[in-house]
């Protein structure tokens, strides 16, 4: 099992930045990836970014160039760097990993942080 909590959401001007942050904790090996997921109200949860265990990144089209995802290995922390925030960009965000089992993938979510942005 792991473990993921996550931190940093709030409400912030339009332009504005913010950084959300989500430690995992449990059992952490054979991490696949991890990654932001959002959700806003009456949308299906999208990918947002993802960082893979060889340090390969995804972006959503809506946010390359303003968001970044970088990770701290040593505290086991994935961060999500969010510039230049819309409107649009409001949303629960979730943090997301994937962990290879024996014979099955797994995929363990945070509880969600709500960044709001708005005037």
């Known amino acids: 099992q792991v473990q993921l909590v996550e931190s940093g959401g709030g409400l912030v001007q339009p332009g504005g930045s913010l950084r959300l942050s989500c430690a995992a904790s449990?059992?952490?090996?054979?991490?696949?990836?991890m990654g932001w997921y959002r959700q806003a109200p009456g949308k299906q949860r999208e990918l947002v970014a993802a960082?893979?265990?060889?340090?390969?990144?995804d972006y959503a089209d809506s946010v390359k160039g303003r968001f970044t995802i970088s990770g701290d290995n040593a505290k086991n922390t994935v961060y999500l760097r969010m510039n230049s925030l819309k409107p649009e960009d409001t949303a629960v965000y979730y943090c997301?990993?994937?962990?290879?089992?024996?014979?099955?993938?797994?995929?363990?979510w945070g509880q969600g942080t709500q960044v709001t942005v708005s005037s």
């Open positions: 997301n990993v994937v962990q290879q089992g024996r014979f099955a993938t797994y995929n363990y």
């Open positions: 449990g059992s952490i090996f054979n991490i696949n990836a």
């Open positions: 960082v893979t265990s060889d340090g390969r990144t």
